[in-house]
């Protein structure tokens, strides 16, 4: 008898997971990233709170479902933020590297694949970005110039996948990843923690 009884939970459940995704994106689009809180995606979807939690452990969660982004990315952006500020610039870069290299898509692609519009997708792409990097990073200097040093980091890491998986310039795409941390992980330290340049 139980036998019997597992599919249609199964099937209970993975229809309730459609509904609690096609949620998601009509109001993550209605209402962007901030805007947009698990409770009304679970009453938009007729299902509890604790079921979204369920399925996908946090908001970044739902959201990278949401759009399809790797189910790798929420918890590698948490990985940047669980040491000190003296290495974080080594985190970034191989976060960012290691995950854009065992992707098989393009990465802006990977990112925005399933969003209703592109201009709709880079948008919550930016909040996205600001909310859960940016803005944490400005929040952890805790420095006057802090948002500027934070951008001039976006700066670096956007450079760097470009170079590496867009344009695909050779001695960047065919690098180490270790060799690329070394190199380019001193730089986004520098840009947070170095001494700022001081007027003439």
Known sequence: MAE??????????????QRILQAARELFGQHGYGGTTVRAIATAAEVDPAMVFYFFRT???LFAAAIE???DVPPAIESIFA???????ERIVRTLLENLDKSDRT?????????PTDEQSRAL????????????????????DAALRAGMVNVQILG????RYIV???????????DLVAQFGPLVQHCLTGQPTQDP
């Open 59 to 61: 908001k970044q969660g």
């Open 69 to 71: 982004m790797s189910g």
């Open 160 to 163: 760097l996948a470009v170079a």
């Open 107 to 115: 990465p802006l692609v990977m990112l925005t694949r399933s969003a």
């Open 125 to 144: 792409l930016r909040e996205f970005i600001d909310r859960e990097i940016t803005h944490r990073l400005a929040a952890m200097l805790g420095t006057p």
């Open 168 to 178: 695909k310039i050779d001695a960047i795409a065919s690098s180490s990843i270790d």
């Open 83 to 89: 040491g000190g500020l003296d290495t974080i610039g």
């Open 4 to 17: 019997h009884a597992r599919p249609g939970r199964w099937r209970s459940g993975a229809e309730s997971k």
